[in-house]
Nanobody
Framework: VQLQASGGGLVQAGGSLRLSCAAS????????MGWYRQAPGKQRELVAT???????NYADSVKGRFAISGDDAMSTVYLQMNSLKPDDTAIYYC??????????????WGQGTLVTVSS
């Protein structure tokens, strides 16, 4: 499974960006897609996830500012980021989880896209 993330860039505080992540290379249905981020010197952390059933989950730090969505085929996931803050500066990674069976699942990661928010 290949995940191609795009949409990162430099934006001023208070601005918006929209990240996209396209999945390819699988005929098995993806069950969950999500965004994580890693700031310099910090561990990777959850930003948001969305399931095939459209259930979403957000980190407290982004609730009310970010919105995650996926297309019907769960082959592309988007992250709309509004009211960006300098603390949102990080490399953003998308991931996809596939449940191949009841007892076996795998998580795949994209290459990351850099988001820089200037004050």
């Amino acid at each position: 499974v290949q995940l191609q993330a795009s949409g990162g860039g430099l934006v001023q505080a208070g601005g918006s960006l929209r990240l996209s992540c396209a999945a390819s290379g699988t005929s098995v249905r993806i069950t969950t897609m999500g965004w994580y981020r890693q700031a310099p010197g910090k561990q990777r952390e959850l930003v948001a996830t969305v399931t095939r059933g459209s259930s979403t989950n957000y980190a407290d730090s982004v609730k009310g500012r970010f919105a995650i969505s996926g297309d019907d085929a769960m082959s592309t996931v988007y992250l709309q980021m509004n009211s960006l803050k300098p603390d949102d500066t990080a490399i953003y990674y998308c991931n996809a989880q596939i449940h191949y069976s009841i007892s076996y699942s795998r998580t795949y990661w994209g290459q990351g896209t850099l988001v820089t928010v200037s004050s």
